[in-house]
C-alpha cells in the first residue's frame, strides 16, 4: 500500500525495508537508515523533541482504515464506554 502511493507520488525507492512495528521503524529512521512512513500520533513526540522530522511529498495521501474490536457479550468498562461514545461522535 505505501508502496504503490509512493509511486504513485513519482517517489521510488532504491531499497526498501519492511517493518511491521511503529516502534521499529522509528528506531530505524532515527538511527539514520532511511525514512518511514507511521501514523502522526506515532511520532509526535519525537518531532516535537526534534529528533524526527516530517517530510510532506506532493500528491501523497495514504489512508489505513481502523477496526474497533469488542469482546462479544460483555458490556464494556466505564472508560471503554467513554471512548466508545467519542468514536461514535467522530
Known amino acids: 500500500m505505501a508502496q504503490e502511493a509512493l509511486e504513485n507520488a513519482g517517489f521510488t525507492a532504491s531499497r526498501l525495508l519492511e517493518v511491521s512495528d511503529s516502534e521499529a521503524i522509528t528506531t530505524v529512521v532515527?538511527?539514520?537508515?532511511?525514512?518511514?512512513?507511521?501514523?502522526?500520533?506515532?511520532?509526535?513526540?519525537?518531532?516535537?523533541?526534534?529528533?524526527?522530522?516530517?517530510?510532506?511529498?506532493?500528491?501523497?495521501?495514504?489512508?489505513r482504515s481502523l477496526t474497533r474490536l469488542t469482546l462479544a457479550n460483555r458490556q464494556p468498562a466505564p472508560a471503554a464506554a467513554a471512548f466508545n461514545r467519542i468514536l461514535d461522535q467522530s
Not at 538511527?31 to 513526540?45: E, F, N
Request: charged letters at 15%; a positive charge; hydrophobic letters at 60%.
Open 30 to 63: 532515527a538511527a539514520g537508515l532511511g525514512v518511514g512512513i507511521v501514523s502522526s500520533a506515532v511520532v509526535a513526540d519525537q518531532i516535537a523533541l526534534g529528533r524526527l522530522s516530517r517530510l510532506d511529498i506532493a500528491g501523497l495521501a495514504i489512508r
